[in-house]
């Protein structure tokens, strides 16, 4: 039977067996984890974190994103978890599933080069910053 609604447990560990409707996050060890929507029991696990998924707790239930895209289990099911609810997205096919991958990479190399561009604009703040605050200055009076 296929799971139409996510509850929210806060766990200090992941247990071993998980109940289906559930979704546990052991927010220390940035670690989720649910029974797969579809009913086919499978565990599926979504780290928490800036490259892994995003946790949002509204008074309607948990919602975590991007989507689940079980691509590696038998079901290939794909859904999103908003507020509590499940959303089905239709199945993958194999050219989207490599999609997904590629996104998912293209997502960690945007992610760590956004580091890297935040490194390089912090240096340039701490050598310019006069320089910079004399342009923004002069932006403003110049209305740009
Ligand atoms: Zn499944």
Redesign the pocket.
């Known amino acids: 039977m296929k799971t139409k609604k996510f509850d929210l447990k806060r766990v200090e560990y992941m247990p071993n067996e998980l109940e289906n409707g559930i979704l546990y996050v052991a927010e220390e060890f940035g670690a989720a984890a649910h029974?797969?929507?579809?009913?086919?029991?499978?565990k599926?696990r979504t780290p928490l974190g800036p490259t892994e998924w995003r946790l949002e707790v509204s008074r309607q239930g948990p919602s975590l994103t991007p989507s689940i895209g079980?691509w590696q289990?038998?079901?290939?099911?794909h859904y999103w978890i908003r507020h509590g609810i499940v959303a089905w997205a239709s199945e993958w096919t194999e050219k989207q599933v490599l999609a997904g991958r590629s996104a998912e990479e293209e997502r960690r190399r945007a992610y760590y080069e956004d580091k890297e561009i935040e490194k390089d604009a912090e240096k340039e703040v701490k050598m310019g910053f006069w320089h910079a605050a004399w342009e923004a200055l002069r932006s403003l009076f110049n209305g740009k």
């Open positions: 029974l797969c929507a579809c009913g086919c029991g499978e599926i079980n289990k038998p079901c290939r099911s």
